[in-house]
């Protein structure tokens, strides 16, 4: 009988580490398509030589990012825009709550290739 109960507590201990990696796997494809959508709005900001709010509005619908421009958001060719991007990811296990992901870039205006 204590080989059953022991048998099915160890299994719920499996599954929820297997859940724990599974979130750890998922948040890390997560933070991985922040980086990307990253590079991708710097070489945006860059192209266009532009932080207007309306553009910056029209990045983060595109793609589904919060943006907050650190520092320097003027226009002018040659300046370094610092800027944070922050998504959200609900974990199985880790935490109750949605985790926010934030990344921090930076683009020069008007370099690009």
Known sequence: MSYKISMILSMVFVSLF??????????QCAYTELDQKA??????????????????KTLEQKYDVTFICNSNCSTKVGDVVTFTLIDTFKPYVISQEVMEITIQRTSIIGFYS
């Open 18 to 27: 297997f859940l724990l990696g599974i979130d750890f796997i998922n948040l």
């Open 39 to 56: 590079i991708a709005i710097s070489y945006e900001i860059s192209k266009t030589g532009t932080t207007k709010p309306s553009f910056i």
